[in-house]
Nanobody, 112 residues
Framework: AVQLVESGGGLVQPGGSLRLSCVAS????????MKWVRQAPGKGVEWVSS????????TYHASVKGRFTISRDNAENTLYLQLNSLKTEDTDTYYC?????RGQGTQVTVSS
């Protein structure tokens, strides 16, 4: 079964940085595109970024472009999201996702 385990979230001040990780298992990680999405309580899921199987093709939501960087290590079955210049509106639970499968999420809180 597909398993995705996110980590790396936390409390950070505006302008700060975090690096999220997602360890994948139960499928051939290196042949699938992956994405990060986020969701606040009571709100819909928002796509954040996607990356192709080889790690070359990357796309970003306009609200995070230039601040967030997606990457992957296929040898380690791990997906990353580097979050820089964080804003209060980036506060959400962040999930990695493959097709319809998501992990339990990691909470990012940006507050002074």
């Amino acid at each position: 079964a597909v398993q995705l385990v996110e980590s790396g979230g936390g409390l950070v001040q505006p302008g700060g940085s975090l690096r999220l990780s997602c360890v994948a298992s139960g499928f051939t990680f290196g042949v699938y595109s992956m994405k990060w999405v986020r969701q606040a309580p009571g709100k819909g899921v928002e796509w954040v970024s996607s990356i192709g199987p080889g790690g070359i093709i990357k796309t970003y939501h306009a609200s995070v472009k230039g601040r967030f960087t997606i990457s992957r290590d296929n040898a380690e079955n791990t997906l990353y999201l580097q979050l820089n210049s964080l804003k209060t509106e980036d506060t959400d639970t962040y999930y990695c996702q493959e097709d319809d499968s998501r992990g339990q999420g990691t909470q990012v809180t940006v507050s002074s």
